[in-house]
């Protein structure tokens, strides 16, 4: 048994789906249950139920989890102590954005004139993984939804979606959106249920691409209000989005500050401080 295979099983029983655990792992689906095979081979116990393609962790594959997520946190922090004692502690402060870009921007802007040796590694298409370790990132930032309960955030206010067309574009028919990882932004699932029926959508996996389609008149999309700025140009169209379902409610969360380098721990709480969050505020998800 190692890290490694610890590391794989804790994605499947997160996923309880090997195929999306293996996307997300970037392994070959046969390499990961091969892994995880061993990995039961070497406890003597099934971790799963299986029932046909699909995995449910049973009572043994949630005890072993509790273990894995408690190992590989404790060799975490004993990686973060030895930087420390070597005198190289972490500069960089991790942080996943779901939305609020512009928000934490100035945020950052703020902390590196105080702390200019601070660097920052900005992952903009967290959003759409299918399993989001928030333990990867010191900050996230992430949508009110289901599937991100299960972390402990503060509100982060509301990110509310504009229209953006060109101004060329005189009788839209076509919608471009972001696709990324097998998964669409979440304008899209609104869009496309009311949406006439000779209406045509269009996919792109970057936010340049997007812009572009935009820009060039191919196509309209959807912009978050805070960025009206970068789309301040002669041949775009900022319009209100047609409903109230185009505003999504925003939290953001911290890492347990035990396992923070000590750059992101001044990170963590002068943002704190900087959108005037508070302990009482902090949202306990179930």
């Known amino acids: 048994m190692n890290l490694d295979q610890m590391h794989f099983f804790t994605v499947v029983a997160q996923m309880e789906n090997v195929s999306k655990a293996a996307d997300s792992l970037h392994m070959t689906q046969s390499t990961l249950s091969k892994n995880i095979l061993r990995l039961e081979e070497e406890l003597g116990v099934p971790l799963f ?26 060799v975490s922090e004993a990686k973060e102590e030895m930087r420390r004692s070597l005198g190289n502690p972490e500069k960089k402060i991790r942080i996943a954005i779901c939305g609020g870009l512009y928000k934490m921007c100035q945020c950052m802007v703020a902390f590196q004139k105080k702390y200019p040796e601070a660097t920052f590694d900005v992952d903009t298409q967290a ?45 839209p028919k076509h919608y471009v959106f972001m696709h990324i990882n097998g998964r669409t932004e979440f304008a899209y699932q609104f869009f496309s249920s009311v949406s006439e029926s000779d209406i045509s959508f269009c996919f792109v996996n970057s936010g340049g691409a997007h812009l572009q389609m935009i820009t060039s008149g191919l196509a309209q999309g959807f912009v978050p209000e805070e960025m009206r700025d970068l789309h301040k140009d002669d041949s775009i169209l900022l319009f209100p989005a047609p409903n109230d379902k185009y505003v999504r409610k925003m939290k953001i969360c911290f890492k347990r500050e035990r396992r923070l380098s000590p750059m992101a721990a001044r990170f963590c709480a002068f943002a704190k401080d900087y959108f005037h969050l508070s302990n009482t505020d902090q949202i306990k998800e179930p």
């Open 49 to 74: 139920d299986r029932h046909g393609k699909k995995l449910f962790l049973n009572e043994q594959g949630s005890r072993f989890l509790d273990t894995c997520r408690k190992t590989l946190q404790d």
């Open 127 to 171: 959003e759409y993984q299918e399993y989001l370790d928030i333990n990867a990132y010191d900050v996230a930032i992430y949508p009110d939804e289901n599937r991100f309960r299960k972390f402990r955030g503060y509100d982060f206010g509301d990110e509310v979606l504009l229209l953006a067309r060109a101004k060329n574009l005189v009788a």
